[in-house]
């Protein structure tokens, strides 16, 4: 998988990865938050039937920090789910998928 990179400023929920996208392993995951305050972080798998699965939810990361999920952390089916991340405000985070 080629690295995907991804700046999310909102609370709106942003697929990050498809279902069907060819993703059969994740190295690794960073978010950072690159703003002043707090972010409270959603990351989760949907699947088809709409289904939701948190790996994070509802997470707390400071301002100036960076969160990194190992391949045991974040890896998952790309045949069946989708990977969303949401915000629960407007503080922006970057997102880097290797």
Avoid: C, W
Avoid at 20 to 43: C, R
Avoid at 56 to 69: D, M, R
Wanted: proline share 2%; net charge negative.
């Amino acid at each position: 998988m080629a690295q995907q990179v991804f700046k999310i400023l909102n609370a709106t929920d942003v697929k990050l990865i498809s279902i069907g996208d060819g993703v059969s392993v994740i190295k690794s995951m960073t978010i950072a938050n690159v703003h002043t305050g707090a972010a409270t972080i959603d990351l989760y798998l949907k699947n088809a039937a709409g289904t939701i699965y948190y790996i994070i939810y509802k997470l707390v990361l400071p301002n100036g920090q960076t969160l990194k999920l190992d391949s045991d952390e974040v890896s998952f089916d790309n045949r069946l789910y989708d990977l969303y991340i949401n915000l629960a405000g407007t503080t922006p985070v970057d997102v880097i998928i290797n």
